[in-house]
């Protein structure tokens, strides 16, 4: 179970076997998310689980959060 933390620039993600708490690290307009020792994650490692709001844009930018996809009714002009 993961432990709460009410640090609401706190980013959690997991690796598909640990959870673990990443920090943002700027450089120009993309962010790269690091671990405790500082090393650099991967958009490809993580699945991010929690992320403050206002880094949300910047986070898909740089590829650690998918594009949002169209939720309306699929719909085909399709002559079958």
Same mark, same amino acid.
């Given at each position: 179970?993961?432990?709460?933390?009410?640090?609401?620039?706190?980013?959690? #993600?997991?690796?598909?076997?640990?959870?673990? %708490?990443?920090?943002?690290? /700027? @450089? =120009?307009? *993309?962010?790269?998310?690091?671990?405790?020792?500082?090393?650099?994650? #991967?958009?490809?490692?993580?699945?991010?689980? %929690?992320?403050?709001?206002? /880094? @949300? =844009?910047? *986070?898909?930018?740089?590829?650690?959060?998918?594009?949002?996809?169209?939720?309306?009714?699929?719909?085909?002009?399709?002559?079958?």
């Amino acid at each position: 179970m993961m432990r709460s933390d009410d640090d609401s620039t706190a980013i959690f #993600a997991s690796d598909g076997s640990t959870i673990q %708490r990443l920090w943002l690290s /700027a @450089e =120009d307009a *993309l962010v790269i998310l690091t671990n405790e020792a500082g090393v650099s994650i #991967a958009p490809w490692e993580v699945e991010l689980l %929690r992320w403050p709001i206002e /880094a @949300e =844009d910047r *986070l898909r930018r740089s590829g650690y959060l998918p594009f949002r996809t169209f939720d309306g009714e699929l719909w085909c002009n399709c002559a079958d």
